[in-house]
C-alpha cells in the first residue's frame, strides 16, 4: 500500500504514466503492476491514484484510450500517449532531470 | 488546451456522462478481476483472492466518484442535477413555486421594464433604424435654452462637402401638410410630412414593406421637383378601406399637387428622430417650393429649419469627426440660428432677444432613441432616472422580503431532507448550491414573466409607439436574467446557509432551535411592508371611488347627447393663407335640419383673479383661479347656460374701454356673495399674462365644468371673442346627436374641402371613451392595490408559517401539558393579527396624508374619504386575519406524542 511506501511526489505520478504509457500502451491494472515491479516495489500505487490520474491525463488530451480484448480474453481499455503527451512528457521530464540534478548536488556538498 | 477544446470536452464528458460511467465501471471491474486472477495463482482460495483484491483496490464508490471528478464536467452534471432536483420540487409545491414566480416577477419585472425604457432611450436608435455606430446625427448646438438648434441649408451642404469626414450626408425638415388621398367619401387628413434630401433612405438602410425609394440621389438636387412620395406604415393603415401594399402607385394629392406614392416603408419607422406622429409621409426636397410655395429656405441663411445626420467614412469616428463639424458650425453666423423648440419658431435676430453671448456649435451624436439628452446633455434625464431606480429598489426590497420568508419557511419545512442529504455525505455547499440554484430558476422565469408582462404594458403606453425601442432584446433579456440571478442571490442565499446549519441529530431528533432574531427581523420587515402598502391602497381606492363617482354621473350628460363638436385643421399645408371656412360653415350647418344652433367652439385661456379692488371690507387680495372662456354672443344660449343676472355679450362689447366679463354663477358666489353684477376684478388673463381690469356685467348659470368641454371641472368666467379663426365649432341638436354625424360629415366635406377633419363627435360620444379609459385606468389602479395587498399577505403568511415550523417542540409540549388546541391556533393567529395591526397603525398617518393629498386633487369630501378609509382598514384587517388563520391552523396539527418521543 501507498502508506508503506514513500509517498510519490506532486506531479510525479503523471510523469510515471506518462513514460511508461510511451514505451507501452496498456490497460489502468498492467500500468499498476509495471509501476511496482520497475520501482523495485518501492511505488505502489493504488486504483484510487492511478485512474482519477488517467482520467485526467484523458481529458487534458495527453493520453487517449481504446477497447480490445485481452490475453485472458476479458474486455480491457488500454491507453497509449498522444503527441501532445509526448511534448508534455519530454518538458516534464527536463524539469525532473533538472530538479533531480539540483538535489543530489545539495545532499552530496553539505 | 485551448478554452474552446476543453470546454468541448466538458460538454461531451456531461452529455455522454451514462457511457462514460458505464465503461469506467466495467475498467474498474476488469481491473479487481485480473488482481483475483493474480491472487489465485499465489495459491488463494476463490473467496479468499476476491477479498485479497477487495482489500488492495480499495473503496469502490469513492474512486468511482473521484473518477468522475477527474473528467473535469462535474460541476455541469452537477447543476444538471440541481435542475432536476429542483423541477421534481416546484412539482411537489405548485401552489408555493407560483407565488414565488409571481412575486419575483413583480420585482424583478418593474426592474428590467424600466431597464428597457431606458436602454430605448439611450441606447438603442428608433424602431427600424440600424444600430451602427457610423451613424451620427450632426446636433446644432447653442450655449442658451434650449441649446439645441436647427440648421440652415448653407449650413448642411457645408457638412456635406467633408467628403474626408462623412461618406453621406441627410438632411430633413418636417412640415403640417393637407393629404387628400383621392378616397371616396374620405375626406382631407392632416399629415406629417418629412421632406428630406434623396440620400435619407439609402444612408439610413430603411427596409420597406413594399415599393421602392426616390428615382433621385444627388444630396443637393433641387429640381426639377420629383412628385413622389414615400409613407409609412401606419400612413398606409390609417386610411381605411384600403390594403396597404394597394397604395402603391396610387395618386394622392399633398397641399393640393398630385403625387404618386412609390413606398411603404416597415411598420413602427418613423425616421431617426421621434416626432410624436407616425402619420408620416416622406417627400423629395425638391418639391418644397411646389408645396409649400416657400422661395426662401435655400437661398436665405438665416432660415434655419434643418435636421441632419451622416454616415461618418470607414474608420472615421466620431471623435476624429469633430474637429470638421466644429470648423463647419463655428462658419455659422449668428444670427441663423433658430431654436429646436416644437411650435415656437423664435429666431435670434440679432435684435434684443439675441443674447450678447450666444454662441453656436455642432456635435456628432450616436442615433438614439432620445437624441436631446445625449452627450452632456444626458445628465437632464438624472433625477427622472434616480426616482425610477428608488421605487424599483423598493418594489424589488419588498417582493425579496417576501420571497425570502417563503424560502425560509420552506426549508424549515425540508429540513429533515436536507439533513439526510447531509448525513449521506453531500458537501454543505453541495446542498446550498441545489438551494440557491431552484430559487435561481425561480427568479429567472419571474423575471423573463415580469419583462415581458410590463413590456407589454409599456408598449400599451403611447411613448413607446412611437420614436423608441422597447421591445425586449438581447441586452435586456441578459439584463433581466442577470439582475434575476442577483436577486435570487439576495433572497436565497440566507434561507439556504440557515437550512444547512443544522446538525443533522437536531433535525433527527426535531428539536431544531429556534432562531428567535432572525423571525423577528421578518416581522419588522412584514410589519414596513404592510405600513407601506396601506397609504397606497388607500390613496388608490380613494381615486377608485371617486372615478366610480363620475362614472356614475356627469353633470350635464342630457344637453351632451345634443352637442356635436367638429374641429378642422386650418393651419396645415397652405390652409392659414386660406380665408376662413368657418362663417360659411356656420351658415350652412345652421340651416341643416334638427340643428338649433351652431357657435364656434370658445377658445380657452386661465383668469387668475388677484385683486378685488371695489369690495369694502373683503380682504380684496385673492388668488383664485377659474376657466375662461372666449365665447360669441350667442353662445351661452346655445348651451343651456342662460344669463340670471346682468346681461348677455353684445356686438357693441368690443368698444368698452374696461373689457366686460361673465361670470359663471359658482365663481359669483365665489367672489361676490353680494352681488357680482357692476363689480370690477383684476385679473391675470392666460396665456397672454396680461394683467387688467376687467368689469362684471353678467352672471350665467352654468354650474361647474361645461356642457360643451372635455375636461372641465374648475369655476368658469366669459369674455367676448375677437374672430372666429380656430375651426372648431360647436353644433347643438333638436333630437339626438349621434345619428347627425354622417350628415355633419358630408357637409363639411362639400363645404371645406380642403381643410382635414380632426375631430367629429358628440359630447356623450366623448364621454363614453372617456369612461372606457377611465375604467382602464381604475382596473390598473386596482390591480395594483390588490398586487400591494397580497404582497403585504404573503408576507404575513410566510412570517407565521415560518415561526409555526420552527416552533413545533414548544407547541408539542404546550398540548401535551393540557393546552387546547384551539387555544394554540389562537395565539399563532393573535401574533399574525398584532404584527398587522402595528403595521396598518404605524402606516396611519402616512394614510392621512396620502388621503388628504388625493382628496384635495378629487376635491372629495372629508366624509367620503372617511368612509373610503375605513372600508379599505376593513378589507385589510380581514387579509391580514386570513393570512394569519392559514398558517395558524397547521399549528393544531403538531402531535405531541412525535414531538415528545424523538426528545
Redesign the interface.
Known sequence: ?QSKSPSLLQGTLDLIVLQLLRAEPT????LAQRIQTLSRDVLTI???SL???L??LE???LIRSHWEESK?G????VYSVTA?GKKQLMEQRDGWAKFAGALATILKVT | MSFLGRAGKWLQAATSRQRLDREMREELDAHLAQATSRFLARGMSEREARQAARREFGHFGSIEQSGREARGAQWITGVGDDLRHASRYFARTPLSSITIVLTLALGIGFGSAGFSVLNGLLYRPAPGVPDDPQLVKIQGRANVRPYARKLSWEELKAYAAQIRTFSSVVGWSAKGVVVDPRIRDRGVISAHAIFVTPTYFRTLDTKFFAGRIFEQSRFDQLSPPELTAIVSYEFARSLDGVDAGALIGRTIAVNGTSITVIGITTPRFNGPVQSGDARTIWLPLSTWETLTGDRHLFSNPDVAVFEALARLQPGVTIADAMPAVRLVASRVRPTASTPDVPGERRTYTGGPETPANLLLTAELVRLRGMMRVQGPYRSELAPEIAIFTTIALLILLVCTTTVNSLLLGAATARRYEIGVRLALGASRWRVVRQLVTEIAILAVLGGLLGMYAFGAMVHVVEVAQDGFDVTPNGTTIIFTVVYALFTATLCGLSPALHATRTALSEVLKESAVTATSRTRLQRVFVVAQIAIAQPLIVSLGAALAFLAQDLRASSHAALREHLIVVSLDTYSGDNFSRPDPTPRLIERLSALPGVTAVVPRPAFGILRVSALPDVPGADSIVNIEADLHYVVPEFLDAVDAPIVLGRGFVAADSLLEIPPLILGDSLARQLFPAGAVGQRVRAVVMPEQRLMQMEVVGVARAGIGGAYMFESDAPMAFAPRRGTRGGALLIRTRGAAEPMLPLIRSTVLLEAPSFPISRLTTMSLFDAEQRDELRGIGAAGLGSGAIALLLAAIGLYAMLAVAVGQRRREIGVRIAVGARRDQVVGMFFMTGLRTALLGLLIGLPFSAVALRMVGAQLQMTVGSLAVVAIIIMSCLVLVAAFASWLPARRAATVDPSLVLRSE
Open positions: 500500500m490497460n489502468g491494472y498492467d493504488n486504483a484510487g485512474y482519477p490520474a482520467y485526467r481529458a487534458r488530451d485472458t476479458r474486455r480491457v481499455k501532445a
